[in-house]
């Protein structure tokens, strides 16, 4: 029961935030089909079609570029949630939740780097190395949550909610990857 209230309160929040945190790009006339297709298989169909949207380059992506979108989607994603977690830091007097805090953040500025790298990677056709590094990106968000979860330390709703959106964008990436 808490699950399903979980997840029916993360797609209120979606419904909500989605426009504030991917844009809103209402030229943008992809092949939905195509679209649809590669996002069919995630858990969050509608935030995986979201974030392609919001990109511009849409209209001309084929498959590795849909995959190259959602990447550069949880880029964007580790960024903010790098940047939440260093304002959080200067504001904390605890110092072992300021440290929680700023090893969040240096986690979440590596996976920038690892995503960075998978876009790569995927355009050459290595998308067993491409996995990986979606794999090691989400990582660093799963260490991070675990260490507050253990400090018993509540984060602020919107960080959860874009932690939550970080991993639904991971494995929207992962099934996308995984059917070339």
Known sequence: MASFIHRALFLVL????????????????????????????????????????????????????????????LRSHSRILASNMTKMASREDDERLRSAYQSCSKGFLKAV??????????????????????????????????????????????VVYEMRVYEALSEAAFRIIDRF
């Open 113 to 158: 780097k690892h995503l960075l790298k998978v876009v790569s990677v995927l355009k050459m056709g290595d998308y067993d190395k491409a996995n990986a590094g979606v794999m090691s990106a989400l990582e660093y968000e799963l260490s991070c949550g675990a260490a507050f979860e253990e400090s018993k330390r509540k984060l602020p709703g919107l």
């Open 14 to 73: 979606f419904s909500a935030l989605s426009p504030i945190l991917f844009g809103t790009h209402s030229h943008v006339q992809a092949d939905d089909s195509l679209i649809k297709l590669q996002c069919r298989n995630s858990e969050t169909p509608a935030l995986c079609i979201q974030c392609i949207h919001s990109d511009p380059a849409a209209p001309q992506a084929d498959k590795v570029g849909i995959a190259a979108i959602v990447i550069n989607c």
